[in-house]
């Protein structure tokens, strides 16, 4: 059975830092991600990490702020926030693919985490 367990969420002020962390279990990913969904709002991509050292993707509102990163050894993906928000509050969802193929679309990911929340207050 497949999980992606996400971990790391809380509650900082705007400038500080938090890392997420999404162990998976149950299978081997080609490609895992990070999308977030505010309150309100529809579910939106963050970052992307691909097998085999492929370039990592980023939204534009958090580039240079976020880095994702993977161990492959542990089939676990962070995803460190420095810089963070109130606009990056959100309930952060790890997710993951077999295809090799970048996307952005919460579509092309076949298994997703419960998610973890992340509080940025002003």
């Known amino acids: 059975q497949v999980q992606l367990v996400e971990s790391g969420g809380g509650s900082v002020q705007a400038g500080g830092s938090l890392r997420l962390s999404c162990a998976a279990s149950?299978?081997?990913?080609?490609?895992m991600g990070w999308f977030r969904q505010a309150s309100g709002k529809d579910r939106e991509f963050v970052s992307a990490?691909?097998?085999?050292?492929?370039?990592?993707d980023y939204a534009d509102s958090v580039k240079g702020r976020f880095t994702i990163s993977r161990d492959n050894a542990k089939d676990t993906v962070f995803l460190q926030m420095n810089n963070l928000k109130p606009e990056d509050t959100a309930v952060y969802y790890c997710?993951?693919?077999?295809?090799?193929?970048?996307?952005?679309?919460?579509?092309?990911?076949?298994?997703w985490g419960q998610g973890t929340q992340v509080t940025v207050s002003s």
């Open positions: 997710a993951g693919s077999r295809s090799v193929i970048m996307s952005r679309s919460p579509r092309a990911y076949d298994f």
């Open positions: 149950g299978g081997t990913f080609a490609r």
């Open positions: 990490e691909g097998w085999f050292g492929a370039t990592p």
